[in-house]
């Protein structure tokens, strides 16, 4: 695991401060959707589909940090749309920044080197650039729906490491990836010097425009099993290793939906990153009102029937390492020897 | 209950009762384009909607309108119907147009 030791210390004191105090349900990353404008549209995306007249709206700063006061995680994910694209990433990120928050930008990279030229950001420990690459460049080229991204984040990413900020990636695989492909993808990623890797499978979202890859539970299975089960020594993934067991089905895990909560210009979403099920005007109302007892693997809701995307199941995964002594040593184990 | 025809875009649902209402506010809710709220008086609210509360002690819905910057909200007990008036911006074919192309390129 690549995760730097400090940001691993914040976190677990977090979720022990958290547990000691009873508390149930608790947050653990902040999904930050300040806009859903992209400049790609890829095939496997359910996010960007709206009227022009939405996606020309953005947050406020002051919008996005009463939404991180408001719930407290150590950690904010900025997804999108692009968020390179949102006028004010710079300032939102250094007041991030100046709050502690461990920040992952997620970016498809075709904006970085003119953002990192025009010296919006800093490097600093608290901020990663994660950058969307779902494989190598034929892979990723068509997944994105455009020829010409791999090479532009490749070199995106090159800049960005040369300058002293912290890069990790983040791939979604999709039915039909071939499972040598995706190894040789990874010792790409580790060759060009990113921090780690995030992978997760794609989550079937009802409004995107490619319906036919979504992965099957099963077909998830032994599509990471294929991939992980026998790791190279290089390869580093910024994530639990406890969740890459689960997508290889080792654990059977339900979803913690309240984990990452997701934050956009409609309110506080229900109940988690993919599925939209109505708007809290407030974090303490999103936790009361949402049903959870409706969603979940083992709920029989058809939309989580497959679902085993990273923001549902990676808290839990926390949750395993930090609930028992069992989970903490299944994490020590896998982090050490380096097999999930 | 009011059947919806397969594609709900340029759709005016005529609704009989709350029954109806209901489930035209639901499939308004899970549409991804703008639509029209017409009021019981004859009133209209156009914008994208983007939530609503069946449970909340005086139900709404929620609308972005594309002139203004705050939300607007629209008591349930006051709306006639909801005509789908905006384009359907998820039934686009992007996929497929981008599969097209990358097969007439390679052909070329
Ligand atoms: S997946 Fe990311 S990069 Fe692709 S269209 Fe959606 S928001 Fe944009
Ligand atoms: S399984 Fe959990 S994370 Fe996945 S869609 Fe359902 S509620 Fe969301």
């Known amino acids: 695991m690549s995760v730097p030791v400090a940001q691993m210390w914040t976190v677990a004191t977090y979720v022990l401060g958290q547990r000691l105090r009873g508390r149930k349900r608790y947050p653990l990353v902040l999904m930050l959707e300040p806009l859903f404008r992209c400049n790609l549209a890829c095939a496997g995306c359910g996010k960007i589909q709206y009227p022009a007249h939405v996606l020309k709206r953005h947050l406020s700063v002051e919008d996005c940090l009463r939404a991180v006061d408001e719930c407290g995680t150590p950690m904010v994910s900025i997804p999108g749309g692009e968020p390179l694209m949102y006028p004010e990433i710079g300032r939102l990120v250094s007041e991030l920044v100046a709050r502690r928050k461990y920040v992952y930008l997620c970016t498809n990279a075709i904006l970085l080197e003119e953002k990192l030229d025009a010296g919006l950001f800093t490097p600093s420990k608290y901020l990663s650039f994660s950058v969307h690459m779902d494989g190598l460049r034929e892979e990723h080229d068509e997944a994105v729906c455009r020829e010409g991204v791999y090479d532009d984040a490749v070199d995106a990413i090159r800049e960005a490491l040369r300058r002293g900020f912290r890069v990790t990636t983040n791939t979604t695989l999709f039915e039909g990836v071939d499972p040598e492909r995706v190894r040789k993808f990874f010792d790409t990623m580790m060759d060009l010097g990113v921090e780690g890797m995030m992978m997760s499978p794609g989550y079937s979202y009802s409004k995107a425009p490619d319906q036919d890859h979504f992965l099957r539970r099963k077909r998830t299975h032994e599509l990471f099993r294929a991939i992980l089960d026998r790791p190279k020594r290089h390869w580093k993934f910024n994530q639990s290793p406890i969740f890459l067991q689960f997508l290889m089905g080792k654990h059977d895990f339900s979803c913690t939906p309240w984990g990452n909560p997701t934050y956009n210009m409609f309110g506080w979403q229900k109940p988690c990153y993919l599925l939209q099920e109505g708007y809290a005007k407030t974090f303490a109302e999103l936790m009361e009102t949402t049903e959870w007892d409706r969603y979940g693997h083992k709920s029989g809701n058809e939309k989580c029937r497959d679902c085993m995307v990273h923001c549902g199941y990676e808290p839990t995964a926390v949750n395993h390492t930090f609930g028992s002594l069992r989970g903490f040593r299944d994490t020590v184990v896998a982090t050490v020897t380096g097999r999930p | ?108």
């Open chain 2, 1 to 108: 209950m009011i059947a919806p025809p397969d594609s709900v875009e340029g759709w005016e649902p005529d609704v009989a009762g709350p029954a109806d209402l209901a489930r035209v506010i639901e499939l308004a809710f899970d549409y991804r384009g703008d639509v029209t709220v017409v009021g019981r008086d004859g009133s209209e609210w156009f914008g994208y909607l983007f939530n609503r509360s069946a449970a909340a002690p005086d139900p709404y819905v929620e609308l972005l309108d594309p002139a203004g910057d705050a939300p607007v909200r629209v008591r349930c007990a006051d709306i006639r119907t909801i005509r789908f008036t905006g384009r359907d911006t998820a039934a686009g074919k992007s996929y497929a147009a981008w599969l097209e192309r990358k097969a007439a390129a390679k052909d070329a």
